[in-house]
C-alpha cells in the first residue's frame, strides 16, 4: 500500500523538551511539507522541502527544526523554542510543487 | 498575500439536499485550486483539483467550479448524505511560489 504515515499519534511534551515527530511516505514523491493545524484555523506551513538534503521555511518556521536525508523521511523536530506547541500536527508529500498533496493521518501535540 | 476565505464556518442540512460550499481567493493569478475533506481527527483527503485553466472538475456527486475573475470557487453537493459530514477545505497554489494556502474549511453537518 502506497502512503504517508506519521507516528505517533499522540504525543506529549514537557516544558523544556525536545520532540519530533516522523513522517514517512512510499510514494515516491520528491515533495514533503509539514503545516500546523489549530481550532478555527487553516493549515499553516512551518517547513517544506522540495528535494533531498534541501529545505526550506514556511510561514512559522520559528521553534521548529526538520531534515531530509532521505527521500522517503522528513522529521519535525518541536524544539523548546516553541512556546505554543499545542497543535495538530500534518504532514503531506507531492510530485512537485503545487501538485496535488497527499496527506498522513496527523499527529496531536500535548503538552504536561 | 493571498488569503483564502470560506464562508460559512459551519453548515447543517437535511439529508437529500443539494448544497453548495464557497472558497474566495484574494489574489488571482493562482497556479491550480484544490478542494479537500477532512474527517474529525484525521489527515487531509483530496477531493478535486481545479486547474487555473479549468473551469470546473467532476467527481462523481461532487462538483467543483472555479471563476479566477472574481476570485470564487464553488463545491457543489449533490443529494447530500450523513457520510459526508465533514470540514471540507480549498486550497490555492500561487503561480509565483511553492507554497499552497488553506482556508480555514467549513464544517458540514448533513442529518439524517
Sequence with gaps: ?????????????????????????NLNHDAMYWYRQDPGQGLRLIYYSQI???????????????????????????TSAQKNPTAFYL???????????YFGPGTRLLVL | KQEVTQIPAALSVPEGENLVLNCSFT?????????????????????????????EQTSG????????????STLYIAASQPGDSATYLCAVA???????????????????
Design chain 1, 1 to 25: 500500500d502506497g502512503g504517508i504515515t506519521q507516528s505517533p499519534k499522540y504525543l506529549f511534551r514537557k516544558e523544556g523538551q525536545n520532540v519530533t515527530l516522523s513522517c514517512e511516505q
Design chain 1, 52 to 78: 533531498v538534503n534541501d529545505f526550506q521555511k514556511g510561514d512559522i518556521a520559528e521553534g521548529y527544526s526538520v531534515s531530509r536525508e532521505k527521500k522517503e523521511s522528513f522529521p519535525l523536530t518541536v
Design chain 1, 91 to 101: 504532514c503531506a508529500s507531492s510530485f512537485g510543487g503545487r501538485e496535488t498533496q
Design chain 2, 27 to 55: 489574489d488571482s493569478a493562482i497556479y491550480n485550486l484544490q478542494w479537500f475533506r477532512q474527517d474529525p481527527g484525521k489527515g487531509l483527503t483530496s477531493l478535486l483539483l481545479i486547474q487555473s485553466s479549468q473551469r
Design chain 2, 61 to 72: 456527486r461532487l462538483n467543483a467550479s472555479l471563476d479566477k475573475s472574481s476570485g470564487r
Design chain 2, 94 to 112: 500561487h503561480t509565483g511560489g511553492f507554497k499552497t494556502i488553506f482556508g480555514a474549511g467549513t464544517r458540514l453537518f448533513v442529518k439524517a
